[in-house]
């Protein structure tokens, strides 16, 4: 999709417009949904302190994914930022799209008065886990979850 003709990438807030991008890259990431599901859940997702942001290269396709959550917590004196998923489209990778979307997300959380920024990342993706680390994440914990519905 993407080639070394991209020029410049941009990083902006996503709308239910990209709902067919939105599908596409968090099914890629291992998510499956579709565009309907998102624009029918996106007004509730929206107002939850949730936000995401796409990447686009100068002639519109949207090329990378970054979704986030602010929440407030008692063990921290300032809110905390977190990303709850990240995905640049396989073809586009090593453009520097994630690192990008990374550092936008940093800027947004300062701005929004977060002293922490954490992503958990599933354990079998272990070349998300070296990006994480390569833009400046370091490992400090192990997640546990359970299904609950």
């Given at each position: 999709m993407a080639s070394a003709e991209t020029r410049s990438i941009s990083v902006r807030g996503a709308r239910v417009?990209?709902?067919a991008d939105l599908a596409r890259l968090l099914t890629e990431l291992g998510h499956p949904t579709t565009a309907e599901s998102i624009t029918t859940r996106w007004d509730r997702w929206s107002r939850s302190d949730?936000?995401?942001f796409v990447a686009e290269d100068d002639r519109g396709r949207v090329l990378g994914l970054v979704t986030t959550?602010?929440?407030e917590v008692l063990?921290?004196?300032r809110?905390?930022?977190r990303i709850t998923a990240l995905i640049v489209d396989s073809a586009a990778r090593g453009l520097g799209i994630g690192k990008a979307?990374?550092?936008h997300v940093e800027a947004s959380f300062a701005a929004a008065g977060c002293g922490l920024l954490e992503v958990t990342s599933h354990a079998k993706l272990v070349e998300?886990?070296?990006f994480y680390e390569h833009v400046g994440y370091e490992r400090t914990s192990t997640r546990f979850a359970r299904v609950l519905i």
């Open positions: 417009g990209d709902a949730s936000a995401a959550h602010r929440m063990h921290r004196p809110p905390v930022g979307l990374v550092r998300a886990h070296a």
